[in-house]
């Protein structure tokens, strides 16, 4: 089965500065695969190769088959796409936008259309200028959906979006993959990738470290939880529970990492005078700063670069 995106030791430097190294992945068709990484890690700089909207320093991309670079008018045609970040023409409505993307696309179904419309609450008459951050991303998700491309490549696409819409664009992209679509979608949240992929692989300084099943990554996860109690609390009765790292004690307040079950840590605390228990699932770049032990100045952009690398 040939894979649907497909690239071999991909590299990328803007100069002096490091994009992406030795990027090997693989897409196969009808799956929906996800690239998770902190932001800076080179997701964009991956997507950006896959649509030729720049050139690899070495290395190849292919999309059906076909290098990046040999022609992407040809590959263009097949997929639909959600940059990261976006900007279209101010004084169009919605509507006209979306009209705009399906002529260049020799047309769209109009009733397909309406029901993307009408699914995503999106007010077509509205200027573009006048929408909402998460308004403008609803344009631009139903700008990638309205043609039925056979990929979609998906940048970061909830971003701006409030839960619910989050949970009406989810929807749409199974019932897309259930058409036969491939996904290849871009994010940081490690709860978002979790909820829709097939698999992922997890890319940090450029590098892919990991490519694995939703389920082998679970390992990963974790939680950051607050346990507030009337009194004092001996610190050692948590310290020796399963999955529980880096733990601290303040006043009444202790405070850990759980890996795995939380049940343990519920059971113990609920031997005391608890007032409030807070637990919380980190942002991927947390984990990375847990799982790879790296620094905030680490994770922060090189100083000076010209390029925004993602």
């Not at 263009?76 to 940059?83: D, F, K, T």
């Not at 990638?144 to 979609?152: D, W």
């Not at 990963?220 to 610190?235: I, K, M, T, Y």
């Amino acid at each position: 089965m040939t894979a649907v995106i497909e690239t071999e030791q991909l590299t990328k430097h803007y100069g002096s500065h490091r994009g992406i190294i030795d990027v090997d992945l693989a897409v196969q068709p009808g799956e929906v695969f996800g690239f998770l990484g902190p932001n800076g890690a080179g997701k964009t700089t991956t997507i950006r190769i896959l649509l030729d909207l720049i050139r690899p320093s070495s290395g190849h991309a292919r999309v059906f088959g076909i290098e990046s670079s040999a022609d992407p008018v040809a590959i263009h045609r097949r997929i639909g796409y959600i940059p990261g970040e976006f900007a279209l023409y101010d004084r169009l409505t919605g509507k006209q936008t979306l009209e705009y993307f399906a002529n260049l696309r020799g047309g769209v179904d109009p009733a397909y259309q309406r029901s993307l419309i009408e699914r995503f609450e999106l007010d077509a008459s509205r200027r573009f200028r006048e929408y909402s951050k998460g308004n403008k991303q609803k344009v631009g998700a139903i700008a990638a959906l309205q043609h039925r491309p056979e990929l979609l490549i998906l940048d970061e696409p909830t971003s701006g979006l409030d839960p619910l819409v989050q949970q009406t664009f989810f929807a749409t992209l199974r019932e897309a993959v259930r058409d036969g679509a491939t996904v290849f979608l871009s994010s940081h949240i490690l709860s978002e990738v979790e909820k829709s992929a097939d698999r992922v692989a997890i890319i940090r300084e450029g590098r892919i470290v990991k490519t694995d099943t939703v389920e082998g990554l679970r390992d990963l996860a974790h939680h950051q939880v607050e346990l507030r109690f009337s009194g004092s609390v001996p610190a050692s009765a948590f310290a020796s529970l399963p999955g529980v790292s880096d733990l601290s004690a303040e006043d009444h307040v202790l405070r850990m990492r759980v890996a795995g079950a939380i049940t343990p840590v519920v059971r113990a605390a609920a031997q005391y005078d608890l007032l409030d228990f807070v637990s919380r699932e980190p942002s991927l770049e947390e984990t990375f700063l847990a799982q790879y032990g790296r620094s905030s100045a680490d994770a922060a952009p090189e100083a000076g670069s010209p390029v925004e690398v993602k």
